[in-house]
Nanobody, 126 residues
Framework: QVQLVESGGGLVQPGGSLRLSCLIA????????IGWFRQAPGKEREGVSC????????YYDDSVKGRFTISRDNAKNTVYLQMTSLKPEDTAVYYC???????????????????WGEGTLVTVSS
């Protein structure tokens, strides 16, 4: 059974840092695109960052450019989201989503999501 397991959320002060992890458990895809999304209270889910396992191509939303860094460890089937200079408006539940491919993934972001994680809460507050 395939699962995406997120971890690393928590409470942090403004200006602080957190690292989120997304483990692809139960399956070792040939290729994947993993996206991090977030949903703040009362708001729609939005895309934050994506990465391709094939060539490491990356996407960042303008709201997180220069502050968040996405990376992957293919041997561990894990994608990370390093978040720095966190702001109160970054408060949200963060989800990872995966799109698996049989050939090198054409984009860094999922085209159609095969699996969603259950989410991890990030709270930025003093």
């Amino acid at each position: 059974q395939v699962q995406l397991v997120e971890s690393g959320g928590g409470l942090v002060q403004p200006g602080g840092s957190l690292r989120l992890s997304c483990l692809i458990a139960g399956f070792a895809p040939d290729y994947y695109s993993i996206g991090w999304f977030r949903q703040a209270p009362g708001k729609e889910r939005e895309g934050v960052s994506c990465i391709s396992s094939s060539d490491g191509s990356i996407y960042y939303d303008d709201s997180v450019k220069g502050r968040f860094t996405i990376s992957r460890d293919n041997a561990k089937n894990t994608v990370y989201l390093q978040m720095t200079s966190l702001k109160p408006e970054d408060t949200a539940v963060y989800y990872c989503a995966a799109d698996f491919f049989d050939s090198p993934s054409p984009t860094p972001c999922p085209i159609g999501v095969d699996y969603w994680g259950e989410g991890t809460l990030v709270t930025v507050s003093s």
